[in-house]
């Protein structure tokens, strides 16, 4: 924990506590959907699907670092992520991605992710803007604002494939 660290942020006005519930909140979204584009990647099927299984990891693998940044910043404000996984997709704001029933319907597999990318937006938008109204902790605001643009980019792939 960042003793000092914390302080800053609680002496500038931010409800500590809340900021992390969000933080935790957006914590389970990344891993749930890390789990589902993983999963997406590896039964995708079809003549393009190679390459769309491709793009999927390379956007799982910043999900995963998404969780680790907010993992951080969440022990670092003197709390922990959940230690059960199961109250991951309890407390998530996004707790699943819905996949195509048939997945060779690739621009219905695009479909799902954008939807999926829509909803991780909205979550950082949320937070960025509760962090602003407090005037405060420029630290996680860094840490949710480089996320955001990353969701922004994931979303915006997507759509460029679907050919929108
Ligand atoms: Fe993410
Ligand atoms: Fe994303």
Sequence with gaps: ????????????G???KELIDMLKKAYADEWIAFYYYTLLAKIVEGLESPAIASKIEEIAKEELEHQ????ERIIQLGDEPPRR???????????YVTIP?????????CKAIIEAEGCAIE???????????????????HI??????????????????LGK
């Design 1 to 12: 924990m960042g003793k000092k660290g914390r302080e800053i942020v609680e002496k500038a």
């Design 14 to 16: 931010v409800n500590v």
């Design 68 to 71: 680790s940044e907010l993992a």
């Design 85 to 95: 996984f199961e109250d991951l997709v309890k407390i998530a704001n996004c707790p």
């Design 101 to 109: 029933e048939n997945v060779g319907d690739l621009k219905a597999v």
């Design 123 to 141: 979550v950082y938008n949320k937070i960025l803007n509760y962090l602003t109204g407090v005037k405060a902790d420029p630290v996680t605001f």
């Design 144 to 161: 949710i604002r480089h996320i955001l643009q990353e969701e922004v980019e994931h979303e915006d792939l997507f759509e460029t494939i």
